[in-house]
T-cell receptor
Framework: AQSVTQLGSHVSVSEGALVLLRCNYS??????LFWYVQYPNQGLQLLLK??????LVKGINGFEAEFKKSETSFHLTKPSAHMSDAAEYFC??????????FGGGTRLMVKP | EAGVAQSPRYKIIEKRQSVAFWCNPI?????LYWYQQILGQGPKLLIQ????????DSQLPKDRFSAERLKGVDSTLKIQPAKLEDSAVYLC??????????????FGSGTRLTVV
């Protein structure tokens, strides 16, 4: 069984500030980990994924995430927030050939 | 490569009516998934197909929901009769499978269903 917990359903940052969205997972097997972004009335867009290899993963739009096995975490960060980053972000855990299990999502708000 | 195609984009129906959604996955993707995303929540798996066979439908409300993937390519999800709580976005995804860095998983834009 696998599950995902995203701490904070809403996160607000100022433009130019650090973005940190938290994700903790549980999985009985080594996981594949994903971050997706969803803009209003749109589908899910893959930001980045960890499947194997380097634990610091870089994605699109300047986002990155680090897989920390000891902490069962996969937090998403971006050094400097932009207004266009305002969206809903979902962390998900999966494994080859299997479904993805999603967290409840974090809505990121960026203040000017 | 073309993405995962879904139609219709929006649908409004009255409760107790029936509705169907269509999905065409990325060419060559053997695995197809239907997810339900209720407003303010993360997507939840309804059913997973591998080619034309069902892998997991444990979360599918089978008294009203049905899905098929007859030729192992496109898929249809049906709700009959619809309830108010079925209002959600229905997302289709397809997966190449594989392992490691080759693992791929792509979502369509979804169908937004409103039951009134």
């Amino acid at each position: 069984a696998q599950s995902v917990t995203q701490l904070g359903s809403h996160v607000s940052v100022s433009e130019g500030a650090l973005v940190l969205l938290r994700c903790n997972y549980s999985s009985s097997v080594p996981p594949y980990l994903f971050w997706y972004v969803q803009y209003p009335n749109q589908g899910l867009q893959l930001l980045l994924k960890y499947t194997t290899g380097a634990t610091l993963v870089k994605g699109i739009n300047g986002f990155e995430a680090e897989f920390k096995k000891s902490e069962t975490s996969f937090h998403l960060t971006k050094p400097s927030a932009h207004m266009s980053d305002a969206a809903e972000y979902f962390c998900a855990v999966g494994r080859a050939g299997n479904m993805l299990t999603f967290g409840g999502g974090t809505r990121l708000m960026v203040k000017p | 490569e073309a993405g995962v195609a879904q139609s219709p984009r929006y649908k409004i129906i009255e409760k107790r009516q029936s509705v169907a959604f269509w999905c065409n996955p990325i060419s060559g993707h053997a695995t197809l998934y239907w997810y339900q995303q209720i407003l303010g929540q993360g997507p939840k798996l309804l059913i997973q197909f591998q080619n034309n066979g069902v892998v997991d439908d444990s979360q599918l409300p089978k008294d009203r929901f049905s899905a098929e993937r007859l030729k192992g390519v496109d898929s249809t999800l049906k709700i009959q009769p619809a309830k108010l709580e079925d209002s959600a976005v229905y997302l289709c995804a397809s997966s190449l499978g594989g392992t490691g860095a080759n693992y791929g998983y792509t979502f369509g834009s979804g169908t937004r269903l409103t039951v009134v």
